[in-house]
């Protein structure tokens, strides 16, 4: 079975700095989507960004880019010029390709990062 | 544009009482499901539907139970409530009942507290 681990409970950065979450998975399937998701206080859940396993180039959403090990299987979120919103705890999913039927669309999901942006 | 809506947002329960969890969307998203959020668990799926009529289990269904009948919604009920389903639930829908790089749009969750 497919595993997802966060292995940074928690996480600090400064304002208008970089910081980069990590997130690993376990899988014997070549060809899968991955997400990072943020859940901020308001325990709302809000898509970050997706990769496609068959796409090299790694992601990016304007200050949210990932860098995508598929060998090493890997897929950290960078953010950049870190803001006050951006605190909220993170987390990492994994999804399995289409062609396993009906059960695919589920995310397994990692135990999260909790990110505090410093003023 | 509601997307997907759940009610209650708060709830008390004492152990062996019933309820259900409303979940409604307005997307005709075909896959809809639920998630408890425990700390340091992440997210585990409990239960999801790719259609209507049609339900399945997921990683934690037990204790739960819940049906499809129509697109928009999709109730996930409590029947007799233990202290171990202290969480809090996440419903969400995909436009893809197959996955692939669609994503899960959640509602806001319903912290829920059983004494």
């Known amino acids: 079975a497919q595993t997802v681990t966060q292995s940074q409970p928690e996480m600090s950065v400064q304002e208008a700095e970089t910081v980069t979450l990590s997130c690993t998975y376990d899988t014997s399937e070549s060809d899968y989507y991955l997400f990072w998701y943020k859940q901020p206080p308001s325990r709302q859940m809000i898509l970050v960004i997706r990769?496609?396993?068959?796409?090299?180039q790694n992601a990016t959403e304007n200050r949210f880019s990932v860098n995508f090990q598929k060998a090493a299987k890997s897929f950290s979120l960078k953010i950049s010029d870190s803001q006050l919103g951006d605190a909220a705890m993170y987390f990492c999913a994994y999804r399995s390709p289409p062609y396993y039927g009906g059960a695919t669309n589920k995310l397994i999901f990692g135990t999260g990062t909790l990110l505090a942006v410093q003023p | 544009n509601a997307g997907v809506t759940q009610t209650p947002k708060f709830q008390v329960l004492k152990t062996g009482q019933s309820m259900t969890l409303q979940c409604a969307q307005d997307m005709n998203h075909e896959y809809m499901s639920w998630y408890r959020q425990d700390p340091g668990m992440g997210l585990r799926l409990i239960h999801y539907s790719v259609g209507a009529g049609i339900t399945d289990q997921g990683e934690v269904p037990n204790g739960y139970n819940v049906s499809r009948s129509t697109t928009e919604d999709f109730p996930l009920r409590l029947l007799s409530a233990a202290p171990s389903q202290t969480s809090v639930y996440f419903c969400?829908?995909?436009?893809?009942?197959?996955?692939?790089?669609?994503?899960?749009?959640f509602g806001n969750g319903t912290r829920l507290t059983v004494t």
């Open positions: 969400a829908s995909s436009y893809s009942r197959t996955g692939g790089n669609s994503p899960l749009h």
């Open positions: 990769q496609e396993a068959y796409k090299q």
